[in-house]
Structures are given as C-alpha cells and as structure tokens.
C-alpha cells in the first residue's frame, strides 16, 4: 500500500501517466525496503556472521540451537563491553 498512489484495484491498463507513477512508487518502496534491510544486516552483522559459521560447521540448525547461539553471542559481546568499559576506567 502506498501513501501516494493509495488503495487500487485496476481492471484494465492504466494510462501511462497513471502508469509512471506506479513505477515510481514501486521503485521508492523497493528502495526504502532494501535501505531496511541493509541497515538490520549491518545492525546485526555479528551474529549474522556466527549463524553462517555455525551453519558451514553442521549444516542444518534447529530452532532452538539458533536461539542457544545467537544468546551466547550476545553474551559474548556484553561481556566484551564491560572488560572495554573496565579498562577504560583503569586507564582514566
């Protein structure tokens, strides 16, 4: 659903200019979709990282070991930031 072309239901071929806009509409939802995407990768890059190491390591992995890994990473990674946050301290 867009904002700019709102709920349509075409039963015959639309005009050109009905047309372009459509194109344009769909072509700026696919670029904000993308962006989405590409920032929760990055976001979570990390554990996307560790869930295809472990999954070259033994090929398929159910639900659960998926949780059990991406938990352990997140413990991993608060347990790196308060050593950094201590040496911080130490070092001030």
Not at 26 to 54: C, D, I, M, P
Not at 81 to 87: A, D, I, L, M
């Amino acid at each position: 659903m867009s904002e700019a072309i709102g709920p349509v239901h075409i039963k015959e071929r639309p005009s050109s200019e009905m047309q372009s806009r459509i194109d344009a509409e769909v072509v700026k939802l696919l670029r904000e979709a993308y962006e989405r995407v590409k920032s929760l990768l990055k976001r979570h890059e990390k554990q996307l990282h560790t869930l295809a190491n472990a999954l070259l390591e033994y090929e398929t992995l159910t639900a659960e070991d998926i949780k059990r890994i991406i938990l352990q990473n997140q413990e991993v990674e608060m347990l790196k930031e308060q050593h950094e946050e201590e040496e911080d301290l130490v070092l001030a």
